[in-house]
DNA sequence: ATTTTCGTGATACGAACGTACCACGTAGAT
DNA sequence: ATCTACGTGGTACGTTCGTATCACGAAAAT
């Protein structure tokens, strides 16, 4: 039955599939007919929609880091009305570790892409590695903010703050994902780092 | 000429050209005929002297830890004789971060075999994951033994101290080998964050 | 001196991969 | 009503991969 079928949404559900065998075999693994299969299409689809791997992985990439990105702004959202810069901070680093089947899977495929952009130029190339500047400059702006406002430890230095905060998270991130070492214990690591840098909030 | 031979130093040779060959082609990329023309060896050879595939990624792996644990300690016997604490520490974290091509190669394979282990049982049942473990033991050991001697700021917890510096330079490492961040940065936010455990020394 | 074991080369095999090709039915255009 | 373009299935092709097989020369053992 050939209807006429909108594009993007068939691109969206087929690089949802491509997450989901790779976050269950891993990137590495993961071929087109195992997207064909995790979607319930033939294989001639997935490359009729998606001309080469290599296009299906840059699309499942950007895809990622969008759905990434809704889910740290539901994060901070959750954090309550009109959050503290604390409960902000937080939420934002909370939302890398893989505290759940999803985040896990996020954690995992966004350590494959860095790991396979090292020797693949057209993924270096891909903005995706611009999103932890990005992440870096909105956590530094809200050191800043905080620090003008005294909520800060004095002497605090918000850029190397919120880079070793970030890079922290990360490599938490990697060591839930490992095994190494378990979510909550990584989230109170975190906590305390941050209880260094923001000073108790004043008593009513 | 089939002289007897050092299965051993065979073996050693061949792991390190797939060291060599997979930082350049990355490790899921490396075949066993680019390890054997790496190594100047036939294909045969390294079946050979490895059976499969997986045993030669598994003894690589080894290698590779070893030959980092020798780097980590080379940093610390550099540091000084009779180094201090902080020293130790900073020496320990910074052999992490990719500053010249051995350690970029080094990271970047422990990273990708740590992606590697998260769906192969094989990898993750390797003890390398529990080399993060060890060093952090070890970190945590060395500011206790600095709160003790009061070379740190008061209430300072060396358990999540130790985790969360570990983990910054696990993650530093990874934006610096990404394109993300300069070394040289990196071990500035490292240092800015040292110090805000270890006081200022006394002066004499 | 003969036999056995070890190191080595060349090559072949079956599987899996990404991609290309061919066929066909249906929906919209003319 | 005819034609054209789109969506889809099936399948074949060429390559590459890990592994297995065959062959052979030289050292060691007997």
Redesign the interface.
Known sequence: MPRRVDHGERRAEIAKALVRAAG??????VGMRDVAAEAGVSLRLVQYYFESKEKLLLFGLQQLAVRFGERVSARIAAAGPDPGPREVIEALLTAALPVDAESRTFH?LY??Y???????EAL?AQPF?KD??AAEATVTALLRRAADAGLLFPGT?PA??A??L???????G??V?????SAE??A???A??LD?VFRPAAGP
């Open positions: 269950r075999l891993g990137l590495h693994a995992h350590t494959s860095a790991v396979l952009s090292v020797t693949d270096a590695i932890p500047d230095d190397a703050a880079a070793g970030l890079a922290m998270s990360a490599g938490l990697t060591g994902l490992v095994g190494q070492r214990s990584a109170a690591v975190l305390y780092h260094r």
